[in-house]
């Protein structure tokens, strides 16, 4: 399974520079929120329009949650559930080609969501995979104040989205 650490994705500025380009463009400006659970994303609207923010709460008082979204390229038919159970390689190909939407980390215990990338708006039209790739168990405290050498070691925890933590959205 993919261990893709959020800090490995830098150019915020250009996401940022897309999210203005989405704004003038017009288009919806409703706020979404999606509750992460253990271990599913829960409320994760199936359609947004084009400028959609979403948000993320963490229902869990254990787990630190995060929401990882990446645009699926136009190309690829196959289903989240099918692409996130390919082999790791095969999944970086499809979702490592350039910086995920968005990545939203939330503590358990509702505590102040981090916006390691992008400000949660979704301004491209496409499908999007949403998962989650912290570790079950993982130290909440440890994961948030990992330094450049990334969180952590995993050990033999899986992934939340191995659990299936991950859903779909189509902006329209
Ligand atoms: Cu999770």
New binding site residues.
Partial sequence: MSIIKPRRWAPIGALVALAALGAACGGGDETKTVT?AD?AFQDLPSEVDAGTTLKLENASTK????MVVFRIPDAERRSVEELVKLPEDQQEAIFGAGPPAMVLLAPPGGGEVIKAVGNGKLTEKGRYAVV?F?PVGADPAAYLQAGPDGPPPAGNSPP?VAQG?FGQITVK
């Fill in positions: 992460a271990y787990e630190l949650h995060e989650c912290i939340h933590m």
